[in-house]
């Protein structure tokens, strides 16, 4: 049968180990410190035409946004201006309220290296066929929790919420990255429970950003 259908070449494998090999399966927890910076200062290369997703903590102060939030590397240099405009809007915010301690912008394409930081997750990255790392926008921390936070423009709703009614939990049902990295951030948090993890669309309106600051309230 196996040499008419050589699909079924894999299972006869398995069978042939299951027989010739006994395994054990053990589960270990490991605590590690990770570092959100590394190697810093870096140097940061801009596209042209993005100067303005650029913000430096001292410009934001001379322009009357101040606060000990942010800025844990100096300048941020967003991917997009709802990304911007989220940081913002968190900043001032939750800067008045002393339960949430820091809020750190970890997404952006100039720190996507691991080389630069330690925080990020790996997924099944239906577009690159293979496992690929996820470095997340926002990491919010409360006194208690994390808050990992994923900043996306209106276009990609549609596709996103498509695939999540679609898929099964099978890899061939993924075809949605942003949906690949929520469940691939899901496996980490399996394991580290004092992780939430949110998707916000639209992030510039005013309503998608009071419902994030509602989410953080309730996880202090």
């Not at 494998?13 to 299951?18: D, G, P, R, V, Y």
């Not at 549609?158 to 942003?178: F, R």
């Amino acid at each position: 049968m196996a040499n008419d259908n050589f699909a079924l070449v894999p299972f006869v494998i398995q069978e042939i180990l299951k027989n010739a090999y006994k395994y054990e399966e053990k589960t270990e927890s490991i605590e590690e410190e990770i570092e959100l910076t590394k190697l810093f200062p870096f140097k940061i290369s801009v596209q042209q035409g993005r100067n303005t997703l650029v913000v430096y903590k001292e410009a934001e102060a001379e322009e009357g946004r101040k606060g000990h939030l942010g800025f844990h590397i100096n300048p941020y240099a967003f991917d997009s201006g709802d990304e911007k405009d989220l940081f913002r809007y968190l900043r001032d915010v939750l800067d008045k309220n002393e339960t949430v301690k820091d809020v750190y912008f970890t997404g952006a394409r100039v720190c996507a290296d691991p080389n630069r930081t330690d925080f990020y997750f790996e997924y099944w990255s239906p577009e690159q066929k293979r496992i690929a790392r996820y470095f997340p926008d926002f990491l919010i921390e409360p006194t208690k929790r994390f808050i990992v936070v994923e900043a996306k423009g209106s276009d990609e709703k549609s596709e996103y919420e498509t695939n999540k009614k679609s898929y099964k939990g099978k890899i061939e049902n993924l075809t949605n990255e942003i949906l690949a990295k929520e469940i691939g951030f899901n496996e980490f948090q399996s394991v580290n429970k004092n992780f939430e993890y949110h998707i916000i669309f639209d992030a510039s309106l005013q309503r998608e950003q009071l419902k994030l600051r509602n989410m953080i309230e309730e996880s202090k």
